[in-house]
């Protein structure tokens, strides 16, 4: 490799040295809450960008997903027996299938590295939603004693 070539990846590696001009977007490193309130200022400022078109699908799944939340806080706070409880969390259940199903695509568009890390937080919620039910599970079992 020459030594250009060799320069452009070390300041690309680096991610507190910019890179040289022409190269991609510096992006400084963030850590803990820093990088979880840049990231929510970043979702927030791609929602109101005229560029950013979304399919009528897309407000649909998210009006399903509230639905989701309703049916969940039915399933909680009402006390109609084991099959009107279990019903509602059916539903979401089956909404949320449908949500995720619905934006796999986001797969498709992006590079390999991207796709990675989408599945990885993808797998991260996953086993955060797991550990919440059973935190939710287990508290539920000792107030009701």
Same mark, same amino acid.
């Given at each position: 490799?020459?030594?250009?070539?060799?320069?452009?990846?070390?300041?690309?590696?680096?991610?507190?040295?910019?890179?040289?001009?022409?190269?991609?977007?510096?992006?400084?490193?963030?850590g803990g809450l820093k990088n979880v309130l840049?990231? &929510?200022?970043?979702?927030?400022?791609?929602?109101?960008? %005229?560029?950013?078109?979304?399919?009528?699908?897309?407000?649909?799944?998210?009006?399903?997903?509230?639905?989701?939340?309703?049916?969940?806080?039915? %399933?909680?706070?009402?006390?109609?027996?084991?099959?009107?409880?279990?019903?509602?969390?059916?539903?979401?259940?089956?909404?949320?299938?449908? &949500?995720?199903?619905?934006?796999?695509?986001?797969?498709?568009?992006?590079?390999?590295?991207?796709?990675?890390?989408f599945w990885q937080v993808l797998l991260g919620?996953?086993?955060?939603?797991?550990?919440?039910?059973?935190?939710?599970?287990?508290?539920?079992?000792?107030?009701?004693?």
């Amino acid at each position: 490799m020459a030594d250009t070539e060799m320069t452009a990846m070390q300041a690309t590696a680096d991610a507190k040295t910019p890179p040289a001009s022409g190269q991609a977007e510096f992006r400084p490193t963030r850590g803990g809450l820093k990088n979880v309130l840049a990231a &929510y200022k970043h979702i927030r400022g791609a929602t109101k960008a %005229a560029a950013v078109k979304q399919r009528t699908f897309d407000h649909v799944t998210v009006g399903l997903v509230s639905l989701g939340l309703l049916c969940m806080a039915i %399933a909680i706070w009402f006390d109609w027996g084991p099959i009107f409880r279990v019903l509602p969390l059916i539903v979401t259940n089956i909404i949320l299938f449908v &949500y995720l199903a619905h934006r796999m695509g986001i797969f498709l568009s992006v590079n390999a590295r991207q796709a990675m890390i989408f599945w990885q937080v993808l797998l991260g919620a996953f086993w955060l939603g797991i550990t919440c039910g059973l935190l939710v599970m287990t508290c539920s079992l000792f107030w009701t004693e």
